[in-house]
T-cell receptor, first 112, second 110 residues
Framework: GAGVSQSPSNKVTEKGKDVELRCDPI?????LYWYRQSLGQGLEFLIY????????KSGLPSDRFSAERTGGSVSTLTIQRTQQEDSAVYLC??????????FGQGTRLTVV | GENVEQHPSTLSVQEGDSAVIKCTYS??????FPWYKQELGKRPQLIID?????GEKKDQRIAVTLNKTAKHFSLHITETQPEDSAVYFC?????????FGSGTRLQVQP
């Protein structure tokens, strides 16, 4: 597809379970971001990948959160031992040469 | 890292009036300043951006101004319409990641 694709669109999980969220970037986009957006709130930066550079993990809220980007393309955000406060929409965005960030539709995570 | 502050958090205007949203940033190395609009339940989308080598940019009813010395930039929407109602986010790209302001909820009253 032409846009940033995230899966799943919605995820309901039980407290304590691990979840994996996936982001398929626009082809050729070297920069990839993960943000978290709680209901009615702003865009909380989580992690940033740029090419082959070491990722900027400064926004990850705890060691339960991790992310990978394999081969400079698909990225997965993993949350271990989920807690209710992890409930939010997780947004992926990718950038190409123009600096414009294109967002995916997000994954709505609900921890029950 | 970069820190972006945005004001006001909410803004209500009458249809046809102008709206102004202001942001400040901390990293003097920042050189790209986009504005995103997020409608309810949708993803953020770029509406206008400005680079550090210009002071103002305009696109129809939307304009952005940048003051590098003071490290602040503003979004101006003229002749507001009900469909302008949304949350607006400013952002700045510093040495690394794209950092967003906290957002402004704009409500245009018909």
């Amino acid at each position: 597809g032409a846009g940033v694709s995230q899966s799943p669109s919605n995820k309901v999980t039980e407290k304590g379970k691990d979840v994996e969220l996936r982001c398929d970037p626009i082809s050729g986009h070297t920069a990839l971001y993960w943000y978290r957006q709680s209901l009615g709130q702003g865009l909380e930066f989580l992690i940033y990948f740029q090419g082959n550079s070491a990722p900027d993990k400064s926004g990850l809220p705890s060691d339960r959160f991790s992310a990978e980007r394999t081969g400079g393309s698909v990225s997965t955000l993993t949350i271990q031992r989920t807690q209710q406060e992890d409930s939010a929409v997780y947004l992926c965005a990718t950038e190409g040469l123009t600096d414009e960030a294109f967002f995916g539709q997000g994954t709505r995570l609900t921890v029950v | 890292g970069e820190n972006v502050e945005q004001h006001p958090s909410t803004l209500s205007v009458q249809e046809g009036d102008s709206a102004v949203i202001k942001c400040t940033y901390s990293d003097s190395a920042s050189n790209y300043f986009p504005w995103y609009k997020q409608e309810l339940g949708k993803r953020p989308q770029l509406i206008i951006d400005i680079r550090s080598n210009v002071g103002e940019k305009k696109d129809q009813r939307i304009a952005v101004t940048l003051n590098k010395t003071a490290k602040h930039f503003s979004l101006h929407i003229t002749e507001t319409q009900p469909e302008d109602s949304a949350v607006y986010f400013c952002a700045a790209t510093g040495r690394r990641a794209l950092t967003f302001g906290s957002g402004t909820r704009l409500q245009v009253q018909p």
